[in-house]
């Protein structure tokens, strides 16, 4: 027996009405902000994101699913969005364009994590990436536009965590001072950290290990030893966000999972389950696309993790609209009538009315037990007599009701959506 492989999910029939909700507040986000769509593919070079994600990151690591094609070249399943987006940014010269370039995506996107509730192998992401403008506006404008797109879904009850890590040039600083703090308390730390310690200082802020949490709560905070330029840049995003009635918790510990970040980092996190659970995340990557091999253009975006979204969409009772289910189902008995219903069903569905049909080897009583359950309004019976008749017995299966009609009066009927 095949199983689906660990760490993924099928999405049942059932299920689908969440994604569907969800997929069109996210069209309409995209649609109110001005950007456009974007598919990129599933695997790309895997220098990409050793590249753009870090070499010293999990993701990258101990998460990337890699391989070799047939003609050696190195792939992996994209472990992100962003980089690929800004590749395709680089390739297709988008930066001829006005800036910014607003681009959206969604996404599968595969890392090897341990799995657990909303956490995933193969999960779905929702990302908006706006390449090309430096300004603090558009910090504030893409945030705005994550909560609103929170709030747009009915979820309740999450906060918006900011910070700012500072960029190329303040940020040796910052490594140092953390160096510093850490040191003397390396051998308290886990394993991880320490090699953390000696790598990736900035990584020792997020580590989710409780005998490390105490340590990271008093280390120096970045936003203390910003340069003036991220001071002012960050001093800039805060009143923007006040001035948009924008409420959030400065959390000098949220430093993310990848290295591309400068400046802004912000993170959705829901009122239960922590960092390790975030709604959605982002932050400014100005120096990215150069170092993919760009020109040197700031940007910043974020992402949400669709899995994520509907946890959290259950959990909070939100109800969605449900699927749309077939108004007429037709039944039939007989050789002859299996004929007419089969050019019944065909006219039917060019005259886009959404029509599901029995083969009619069953029973009546067993087509109408299906068309019950496939929640059909009506029910368009034909038996032999009604050929002859040309006719149809047309009941509503909601009260038991029959009427005869000619099928043309049927069309008219179910088109109008009667
Ligand atoms: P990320 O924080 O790694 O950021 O992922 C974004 C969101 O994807 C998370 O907040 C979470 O909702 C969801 N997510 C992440 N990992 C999993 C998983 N294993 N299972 C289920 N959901 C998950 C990024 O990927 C950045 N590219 C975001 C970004 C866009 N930054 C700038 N632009």
């Given at each position: 027996?095949?199983?689906?492989?660990?760490?993924?999910?099928?999405?049942?029939?059932?299920?689908?009405?969440?994604?569907?909700?969800?997929?069109?507040?996210?069209?309409?986000?995209?649609?109110?902000?001005?950007?456009?769509?974007?598919?990129?593919?599933?695997?790309?070079?895997?220098?990409?994101?050793?590249?753009?994600?870090?070499?010293?990151?999990?993701?990258?690591?101990?998460?990337?699913?890699?391989?070799?094609?047939?003609?050696?070249?190195?792939?992996?399943?994209?472990?992100?969005?962003?980089?690929?987006?800004?590749?395709?940014?680089i390739e297709h010269g988008m930066d001829n364009?006005?800036?910014?370039?607003?681009?959206?995506?969604?996404?599968?996107?595969?890392?090897?994590?341990?799995?657990?509730?909303?956490?995933?192998?193969?999960?779905?992401?929702?990302?908006?990436?706006?390449?090309?403008?430096?300004?603090?506006?558009?910090?504030?404008?893409?945030?705005?536009?994550?909560?609103?797109?929170?709030?747009?879904?009915?979820?309740?009850?999450?906060?918006?965590?900011?910070?700012?890590?500072?960029?190329?040039?303040?940020?040796?600083?910052?490594?140092?001072?953390?160096?510093?703090?850490?040191?003397?308390?390396?051998?308290?730390?886990?394993?991880?950290?320490?090699?953390?310690?000696?790598?990736?200082?900035?990584?020792?802020?997020?580590?989710?290990?409780?005998?490390?949490?105490?340590?990271?709560?008093?280390?120096?905070?970045?936003?203390?030893?910003?340069?003036?330029?991220?001071?002012?840049?960050?001093?800039?995003?805060?009143?923007?966000?006040?001035?948009?009635?924008?409420?959030?918790?400065?959390?000098?510990?949220?430093?993310?999972?990848?290295?591309?970040?400068?400046?802004?980092?912000?993170?959705?996190?829901?009122?239960?389950?922590?960092?390790?659970?975030?709604?959605?995340?982002?932050?400014?990557?100005?120096?990215?696309?150069?170092?993919?091999?760009?020109?040197?253009?700031?940007?910043?975006?974020?992402?949400?993790?669709?899995?994520?979204?509907?946890?959290?969409?259950?959990?909070?009772?939100?109800?969605?609209?449900?699927?749309?289910?077939?108004?007429?189902?037709?039944?039939?008995?007989?050789?002859?009538?299996?004929?007419?219903?089969?050019?019944?069903?065909?006219?039917?569905?060019?005259?886009?009315?959404?029509?599901?049909?029995?083969?009619?080897?069953?029973?009546?009583?067993?087509?109408?037990?299906?068309?019950?359950?496939?929640?059909?309004?009506y029910a368009a019976i034909i038996g032999e007599?009604?050929?002859?008749?040309?006719?149809?017995?047309?009941?509503?299966?909601?009260?038991?009701?029959?009427q005869e009609m000619q099928p043309g009066d049927?069309?008219?009927?179910?088109?109008?959506?009667?």
């Amino acid at each position: 027996m095949f199983k689906a492989p660990r760490g993924t999910a099928d999405t049942l029939p059932e299920e689908q009405p969440y994604w569907r909700y969800i997929q069109d507040k996210a069209l309409e986000l995209c649609r109110l902000y001005g950007y456009g769509c974007i598919s990129t593919p599933a695997f790309e070079d895997a220098g990409l994101f050793a590249r753009s994600v870090g070499e010293g990151t999990d993701i990258v690591n101990k998460e990337m699913y890699l391989f070799k094609d047939r003609s050696n070249n190195e792939l992996a399943l994209r472990p992100e969005g962003t980089a690929p987006v800004c590749r395709a940014y680089i390739e297709h010269g988008m930066d001829n364009l006005p800036q910014p370039v607003k681009l959206f995506y969604f996404a599968d996107i595969f890392r090897y994590e341990r799995p657990q509730a909303g956490r995933y192998r193969q999960h779905h992401q929702f990302g908006c990436e706006a390449i090309g403008d430096p300004s603090p506006v558009l910090d504030a404008e893409v945030i705005n536009m994550a909560l609103n797109f929170f709030t747009s879904l009915g979820l309740a009850n999450f906060s918006l965590q900011l910070n700012s890590i500072g960029c190329r040039k303040c940020r040796p600083g910052q490594l140092q001072k953390l160096k510093d703090y850490y040191t003397p308390l390396a051998p308290q730390l886990c394993a991880d950290c320490q090699v953390r310690l000696d790598k990736n200082p900035l990584r020792l802020l997020d580590c989710k290990k409780p005998g490390c949490q105490a340590a990271a709560d008093e280390a120096p905070k970045s936003s203390d030893y910003l340069c003036d330029e991220c001071a002012q840049h960050f001093s800039s995003l805060r009143t923007y966000l006040s001035a948009l009635g924008v409420r959030y918790v400065l959390n000098h510990r949220l430093v993310r999972g990848l290295d591309y970040y400068t400046r802004t980092v912000f993170e959705i996190q829901p009122a239960e389950g922590g960092s390790q659970s975030a709604l959605g995340g982002g932050g400014r990557y100005d120096d990215l696309i150069a170092l993919i091999g760009g020109k040197s253009t700031p940007a910043i975006g974020f992402a949400t993790g669709m899995e994520r979204i509907v946890l959290n969409l259950v959990n909070q009772g939100i109800t969605v609209p449900p699927a749309e289910k077939p108004a007429v189902f037709i039944a039939c008995m007989g050789g002859n009538a299996r004929v007419e219903a089969v050019k019944l069903a065909a006219k039917m569905r060019d005259a886009g009315i959404a029509v599901i049909s029995s083969s009619g080897e069953r029973s009546l009583k067993a087509q109408l037990r299906y068309a019950n359950a496939a929640g059909a309004s009506y029910a368009a019976i034909i038996g032999e007599d009604e050929v002859k008749a040309g006719v149809v017995i047309l009941r509503n299966m909601e009260t038991g009701e029959q009427q005869e009609m000619q099928p043309g009066d049927l069309i008219k009927l179910a088109g109008n959506g009667q």
